[in-house]
């Protein structure tokens, strides 16, 4: 592709750089909500509206396109999105000819449904039906809605080359499977993005190189569940039991991925997200150990700490079982962090089993998390099977009790690192002062210290002095020995 890098002037400050194609006319402004998945999928987007004239816009003002990838993980995700909508529709009296497009997991479940509930809208597209945006933005320049929600068996956009939005030239993802088999009774996900499948390692090692040549120094290797990756020359995982003998023999699991990538790029920094504990097999943890350049974090969801909740959940886990892996990651990697994502108030969670959660918070003392209270979402099994019958008060204590413990035990961890020397990759200026840098240690713990002579993507030594719960703070001591 012609991508010439050019810095927006605005975003100066920020160091972002943004890819545009020499000739484009036409402005796209493009959003993300939710999680990183749709982060890089508007990468894909921006890359396959690339070829059809489209240079990307900061300004929503200007745009003849504005698309939003959406999230439905929870209630107030879709609700954001339809804030914005009304926002579009402010735009769009001034400036008619705009057209607005809904893509991501939102446009996947509610199909038709947005185009007559939200008359904003003249374009739904799933997240399998990205390379038919050609099409449909021809029926759309031609008057007409268009949508196109089919989920697909193969499709992993391995063949395109995302446009890096808002990038800091430093860090990005690299999406290495799409969708979920794992039908957890409280998950919208297999609803809306289907079966899983996985991506050729080769495009995937491709992508990494090329971001390497560009000047990245960090890559996250993408899926709602990386563990669970599987090459066998393309197809859906659930398939694999009809794969050929040689298929079977030749296959690449997650643990062969990882190390391919850190084999390919030596000093590139490799990270991953999210590990399913049913699927973070020992073979992983054992190569995470193997090499240095394989960030020692792992996000390890759990969910619940009760027993029977989980199953009720269909996590295929136990509460043992977690405690099981936590004991093994601890011991393969003593040096490493684990974060967790946790529901209050999932249906029939009783005060003893709130107090298994945090018991088990407890046992793992994870270094930080994402946690949420419940929310019905339409068409899971929860929702069929299941009453949503704890009330929303007492979800909303729960959480501000796992919360508070997440804060206690993230203190705890921060404060482990005082007096000792850590290794900072530098992303970005610091949110509070001009005059710091921000970065991510190896483990992901966000790490703040004096500029200096020192630039971004520089790989640092950080002698930590203080800290806040979640942030180390320091001084910068020379160069990494990997730099
Ligand atoms: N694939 C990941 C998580 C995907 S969704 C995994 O293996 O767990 C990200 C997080 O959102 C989940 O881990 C869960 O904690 C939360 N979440 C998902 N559905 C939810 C719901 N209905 N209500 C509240 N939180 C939810
Ligand atoms: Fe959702 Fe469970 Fe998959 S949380 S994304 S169904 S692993």
Known sequence: ????????????????????????????????YGCAMNFSDSEIVASILSEQGFNTTQNLED????????????????????????????????NPKMKVGVLGCMAERLKTKFLEEEKIVDLVVGPDAYKDLPNLLAEVDEGRDAINVILSKEETYGDIAPVRLNTNGVTAFVSITRGCDNMC???VVPFTRGRERSRDPQSIIGE????????YK?????????????????????????????QKATAVHFAQLLELCAKAQPKMRIRFSTSNPQDLTLDVIEMMAKYDNICKHIHLPVQSGSNRILKAMNRLHT?????????NIKRILPNSAISQDLIAGFPTETEQDHQDTLSLMEYVKYNFGYMFTYSERPGTMAERKMEDDVPEDVKKRRLAEIV???REHSEIKTKAYLNTTVEVLIERESKKSNEQWSG???????????????????????????CTSATLIGEATGYSKDN
């Open 1 to 32: 592709m012609n991508m010439e890098k050019t810095i927006d002037e605005s975003k100066q400050g920020e160091h972002l750089v943004i890819e545009q194609k020499e000739g484009n006319t036409r402005k796209l402004f493009i959003e993300s």
């Open 63 to 94: 745009a003849d396109l504005v698309l939003v990838n959406t999230c439905s993980i929870r209630d107030k995700a879709e609700q954001t999105v339809r804030k914005r909508l009304e926002k579009y529709n402010a735009v769009k009296r001034i």
């Open 185 to 187: 009774t409280f998950c």
């Open 208 to 215: 990494v190189n090329d971001l390497w040549n560009k000047g």
């Open 218 to 246: 960090e890559i996250t290797l993408l899926g709602q569940n990386v563990d669970s990756y599987l090459w066998y020359g393309g197809g859906l995982k659930k398939d694999f039991i009809k794969a050929t003998e040689m």
């Open 319 to 327: 509460r043992e079982e977690y405690f099981e892996l936590i004991d």
């Open 404 to 406: 508070q413990l997440q």
């Open 440 to 466: 991510r240690t190896s483990q992901n713990i966000v790490a703040v210290f004096p500029k200096e002579h020192y630039k971004i993507g520089d790989l640092v030594n950080v002698k930590v002095t203080d």
